[in-house]
């Protein structure tokens, strides 16, 4: 039985080839691990406010020196970083947007990424502080970046790569539907994506 944590970043609802690549690994999942439970967040609709003088200085104090304007403006970053916390696994659903993550993921991450709670640097050097997490990255693109001379120019896998890792969580697995903008490619995209699913 694990607890695992869904992040939807797709706008394109049930058309999302990202958001239907990380149900079928939960459901993948769920078949391995009997009674598992799901908590979803769609950073869409979640709408992360992108940082404002507010938060950076929050960040900055110990949770008992918040003033009420900062605990109200921390109450979205704080949900998203105990829903990490509290997760044994993590899906993360990431449409390909011109080259990398969408920018509702981006302002997930930048809530997520917090000095004293998702890391730390007591030790003289960046610690995370989420280990013992299973991560797996759903990614889809119209075109192909896993191989060829178009795998340079996706810069989505390896900046969450980096990130995730940074809050500690390195056992990363990346599945992909790629390609569902290529003619002679889209006809079994989505297909061929979904079967490379093995957990």
Request: proline share 6%.
């Amino acid at each position: 039985m694990k607890k695992i944590l869904h992040i939807i970043s797709s706008p394109r609802r049930e058309e999302s080839n990202s958001t239907l690549l990380g149900k079928s690994i939960i459901e993948k999942l769920q078949a391995q691990h009997p009674g598992s439970t799901v908590v979803t967040n769609n950073v869409v609709d979640k709408n992360y406010l992108p940082l404002q003088p507010v938060h950076v200085t929050a960040y900055k104090l110990p949770d008992e020196s918040h003033t009420p304007e900062q605990r109200k403006a921390l109450q979205n970053s704080d949900e998203a970083v105990a829903q990490l916390f509290h997760a044994d696994i993590v899906v993360i659903s990431i449409p390909l947007y011109n080259f990398n993550i969408p920018a509702a993921l981006k302002g997930w991450v930048d809530h997520v990424v917090r000095g004293g709670k998702t890391f730390s640097y007591q030790a003289g050097r960046p610690e995370g502080l989420l280990t013992g997490r299973k991560v797996y990255l759903a990614i889809a693109s119209n075109g192909v970046y896993s191989d060829g001379p178009m795998k340079p120019m996706d810069h989505a896998e390896p900046y969450m790569r980096f990130i995730l890792g940074f809050m500690g969580m390195t056992d990363i697995t990346t599945y992909r539907i790629e390609g569902s903008g290529m003619a002679g490619v889209m006809e079994t995209a989505v297909k061929k994506g979904l079967e490379s699913v093995l957990i």
